[in-house]
């Protein structure tokens, strides 16, 4: 089966992005001051940091925790490069585990989230922030507009994202322990479409799809997108907005000391008892 996602045009995205990725990082920093910011939350020290993405950006983390930082990356200017769904780590490697950015685009993400939490050490952290289902949303609708008045039917032109409840599941099926997960959303605002692209490429986010999945945009239809966007999203001053959805999670890998839920049937009260009401047994009717 051939992949989604070519790992060649990923790779490269980023050299290409690389000279000038400081003058659009500016969702990646976002992003990664709000994991650093909750991530102070977290009281305990780490000593051994694998930073999944964005190498430009591992000095930040070096400074923060005062240790070296291993950054896994498609860019020559990581410490290893490779891809996060073929970790070439050892089990039980890190302690704490940070992924901004870097999970949206990959061919097999439930692997991803496998490996990485089996590269953690017992009660090791991992944090991850990603473009969520919501991303682009207006880019999306326009495309897909064009291509039906335009072009004879729908096309993928952007990468299939996941949902909040997506990453929930994975979590859970990464069999990560006391998981949390939550949104926001960001909305930047441009003055075309074509600035837009400029500053996704400028990002690293080109097309990442394998040749034989990535179909031709006609001028006639990417000219048609543009005016569909501006009729339908321009704000009062002209400019359009570009939404950005941004799942967060984080997990541990399992340890002793942690809490666990209780066993089913150990509780020593009935919740009847707590809420002052009477209890109804399953096939009994209620009073009225």
């Not at 050299?15 to 992003?31: G, P």
């Not at 997960?181 to 990002?203: F, N």
Request: proline share 7%; net charge neutral; hydrophobic share 40%.
């Amino acid at each position: 089966m051939t992949p989604l996602f070519s790992l060649s045009a990923l790779r490269q995205n980023k050299i290409r992005a690389e000279s000038r990725f400081c003058q659009y990082d500016f969702l990646h920093r976002r992003v990664l001051n709000e994991m650093l910011s909750r991530l102070d939350m977290v009281k305990r020290s780490f000593e051994h940091i694998l930073m999944v993405g964005m190498p430009d950006l591992a000095p930040q983390i070096e400074s923060k925790f005062d240790c070296p930082v291993t950054v896994l990356d498609l860019s020559p200017r990581s410490t290893v490069i490779g891809t996060p769904d073929y970790l070439p780590f050892g089990a039980g490697r890190f302690d704490l585990i940070l992924c901004p950015l870097s999970l949206h685009i990959l061919n097999d993400v439930p692997g991803a989230f496998w490996q990485l939490r089996q590269s953690l050490k017992p009660d090791g952290f991992f944090m991850t922030a990603l473009m969520g289902g919501e991303t682009l949303w207006e880019l999306r609708t326009a495309l897909s507009q064009a291509d039906m008045e335009q072009g004879g039917g729908l096309a993928r032109r952007l990468a299939p994202l996941i949902s909040l409840q997506d990453i929930s599941a994975l979590m859970q099926r990464a069999q990560f322990t006391l998981p949390v997960v939550d949104h926001e959303k960001i909305t930047v605002t441009y003055a075309d479409p074509l600035k837009l692209i400029h500053d996704l490429r400028g990002m690293g986010e080109g097309n990442p799809f394998s040749p034989s999945a990535r179909p031709k945009l006609s001028r006639t239809v990417w000219q048609h997108a543009q005016n569909v966007y501006r009729t339908q999203f321009s704000e009062d001053d002209g400019r359009i907005p570009a939404t950005f959805d941004i799942l967060y999670a984080c997990g541990w890998q399992a340890h002793d000391s942690q809490q666990k839920p209780l066993r089913p049937g150990s509780a020593q009260k009935r919740l009847a008892d707590a809420l002052n009401t009477s209890e109804i047994g399953a096939g009994e009717k209620a009073l009225p």
